[in-house]
């Protein structure tokens, strides 16, 4: 069972023109398999603010933002990983695939990660535990 649990606040960002998103959250994705991400984000002035995810599963840990895995295959990411990111490496991809003629289709991937990022918010702004299905069927979250 996939299922988010979440907690988030509005505490800083009240003025009007902020509307009603919360200014921090912290949520705990599961999956089927057992691991655990957990993804932090605080976006308050004048705070160490960071937008952050760590996994945990049976072999490892993987802190995204400090770039390192540790665990069974332990990795610490070179500074050419670091400077230039997923996304370029992404793109790189993407255009290889397009040249071979046989470009990569990550909307599936695209609208899982939607689909979890959402799962996410709704569990924080409603309090409750959110599962996939529940996301599926809006009349069920």
């Known amino acids: 069972?996939?299922?988010?649990?979440?907690?988030?606040?509005?505490?800083?960002?009240?003025?009007?023109?902020y509307g009603h998103i919360y200014d921090h959250f912290a949520i705990d994705y599961e999956y089927e398999s057992g691991v655990h991400m957990t993804s932090m984000c605080?976006?308050?002035?004048?705070?160490?603010?960071?937008v952050s995810e760590a996994l945990h599963g049976t072999s490892g840990f993987y802190q995204v933002d400090r770039w390192t895995v540790t665990g069974a295959k332990p990795r610490k990411f070179s500074t050419r990983d670091i400077e230039e990111g997923p996304y370029i490496q992404e793109h790189t991809d993407l255009i290889a695939g397009i040249r071979a003629g046989n470009p990569e289709n990550e909307l599936k991937e695209g609208t899982e990660s939607t689909l979890t990022a959402t799962m996410g918010r709704m569990s924080a702004y409603t309090g409750k535990l959110v599962t996939w299905e529940q996301a599926l069927s809006p009349r069920k979250a």
């Not at 605080?42 to 960071?50: A, E, G, L, T």
């Open 42 to 50: 605080r976006q308050i002035p004048n705070c160490q603010n960071s």
């Open 1 to 17: 069972m996939r299922k988010r649990v979440g907690v988030g606040v509005r505490q800083v960002r009240t003025a009007p023109e």
